[in-house]
């Protein structure tokens, strides 16, 4: 199937980008269905936000206990009463894995 590149309308900015056949090729293999919503500015943009990557944005951290070794520690999501929180090494530890 031969792709043609299409001109989309960002979802966040309203600005035109195109959505080359590359990419549109590279969908389909990867069983992507729908068209980006978004230009590629503002997908990277969204995604430094999400991660906390961005320069302005620090991820918010939650006081927490370790429910293993009763360090205080630092998590990154609000604890909730009733779920066990670990510090890093304990935490490490309880997935099996070697502390770092």
């Known amino acids: 199937m ?28 990867r069983g992507l269905q729908h068209e ?3 230009c590629p500015s503002c997908r990277a943009s969204r995604r430094r936000t999400r991660t906390g990557a961005d320069g302005d944005t620090q991820r918010v951290m ?5 429910a293993s070794c009763g360090k205080e520690t ?3 999501f609000q604890p909730r009463l009733g779920r066990p929180v670990y510090c890093s090494d304990c935490f490490a530890t309880v997935r099996g894995a070697q502390p770092q």
């Not at 590149?5 to 590279?26: H, I, P």
């Open 2 to 29: 031969a792709f043609e590149d299409k001109t989309l309308v960002c979802r966040d900015c309203g600005n035109n980008f195109v959505f080359t056949a590359g990419e549109q090729e590279f969908y389909q293999q």
């Open 36 to 38: 980006p919503a978004r």
């Open 62 to 66: 939650y006081p927490a206990v370790c």
């Open 74 to 76: 630092q998590v990154p």
